[in-house]
């Protein structure tokens, strides 16, 4: 669904990530780990698109990156679910019609029902009207959890989503993405947090990769 091939970036000083391999495969799960900095965001950033390779070759879906339109690259976009490291919503907008906004930007009709059920699934049903300030950092995560799945990815990107939360809500959140990939959808978490791994590794059969000198590496049984 996703390919990386020998791909390379930096932000113009030195380079970050250099000959970097990646196949994410319909329901995959995998974890990405590595020292702050190592540039975890930046690869997941580049599995969709968000930013462009300085080197290699990237595909989305079967389809290139290199010369897709804006439109396709938006339609691409449609078929990942990604969980922002600093989870923003819009604080005028309720917690519902937060989750339910990539149907709005898509001029498509929130369909109530399944935002309702989404609701429930991630356990925010009776926080639906509340608005993005007065929710907890779990609540928070949660709902952002629920944006990035609510158009029904293939593949959910998770950029650090148990930051700021306890372990008990870490454990929640995993379990919720677990449920997911057991549904069907692939799943890669980019994380510091080693207990969250070990914890998955008791429910899913999930590969562990690590950025390391700037090179993504399989971590060993260390973890
Ligand atoms: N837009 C940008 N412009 C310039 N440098 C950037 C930009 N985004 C990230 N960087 C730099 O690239 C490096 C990797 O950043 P990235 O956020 O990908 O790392 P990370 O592994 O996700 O870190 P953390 O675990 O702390 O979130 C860092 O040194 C960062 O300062």
Same mark, same amino acid.
Not at 171 to 188: C, D, I, K, P, Y
């Given at each position: 669904?996703?390919?990386?091939? @020998?791909?390379?970036?930096?932000?113009?000083?030195?380079?970050?990530?250099?000959?970097?391999? #990646?196949?994410?495969?319909?329901?995959?799960? /995998?974890?990405?780990?590595?020292?702050?900095?190592?540039?975890?965001?930046? *690869?997941?950033?580049?599995?969709?698109?968000?930013?462009?390779? $300085?080197?290699?070759?990237?595909?989305?879906?079967?389809?290139?990156?290199?010369?897709?339109?804006?439109?396709?690259?938006?339609?691409?976009?449609?078929?990942?679910? $990604?969980? /922002?490291?600093?989870?923003?919503?819009?604080? /005028?907008?309720?917690?519902?019609?937060?989750?339910? *906004?990539?149907?709005?930007?898509?001029?498509?009709? &929130?369909?109530?029902?399944?935002?309702?059920?989404?609701?429930?699934?991630?356990?925010?049903?009776?926080?639906?009207?509340?608005?993005?300030?007065?929710?907890?950092?779990?609540?928070?995560?949660?709902?952002? #959890?629920?944006?990035?799945?609510?158009?029904?990815?293939? &593949?959910?990107?998770?950029?650090?989503?148990?930051? @700021? $939360?306890?372990?008990?809500?870490?454990?929640?959140?995993?379990? #919720? #993405?677990?449920? *997911?990939?057991?549904?069907?959808?692939?799943?890669?978490?980019?994380?510091?947090?080693?207990?969250?791994?070990? @914890?998955?590794?008791?429910?899913?059969?999930?590969? &562990?990769?690590?950025?390391?000198?700037?090179?993504?590496?399989?971590?060993?049984?260390?973890?």
């Amino acid at each position: 669904m996703i390919r990386l091939a @020998n791909v390379a970036h930096d932000y113009g000083g030195r380079a970050l990530l250099t000959g970097i391999d #990646l196949h994410i495969a319909p329901g995959a799960f /995998h974890f990405l780990t590595g020292p702050s900095g190592a540039g975890k965001s930046t *690869l997941l950033k580049l599995c969709y698109g968000e930013l462009r390779p $300085v080197q290699g070759e990237i595909e989305l879906f079967g389809q290139s990156l290199r010369g897709m339109s804006r439109d396709g690259l938006a339609d691409m976009r449609r078929r990942v679910g $990604v969980i /922002h490291q600093d989870c923003q919503f819009l604080d /005028h907008l309720t917690l519902a019609e937060n989750v339910a *906004l990539p149907f709005v930007a898509t001029g498509r009709p &929130v369909p109530q029902t399944d935002l309702r059920e989404l609701l429930a699934w991630v356990g925010l049903a009776g926080q639906a009207e509340s608005l993005p300030p007065t929710l907890s950092g779990g609540e928070r995560q949660r709902a952002a #959890l629920a944006r990035a799945v609510i158009m029904s990815p293939e &593949v959910v990107l998770a950029d650090e989503p148990t930051g @700021n $939360v306890d372990p008990e809500m870490s454990q929640r959140l995993l379990s #919720l #993405l677990v449920e *997911l990939n057991r549904m069907g959808t692939a799943v890669m978490i980019a994380t510091h947090d080693l207990a969250l791994i070990r @914890n998955a590794k008791a429910q899913v059969s999930a590969r &562990v990769l690590r950025i390391q000198d700037r090179t993504l590496q399989s971590a060993g049984a260390d973890l």
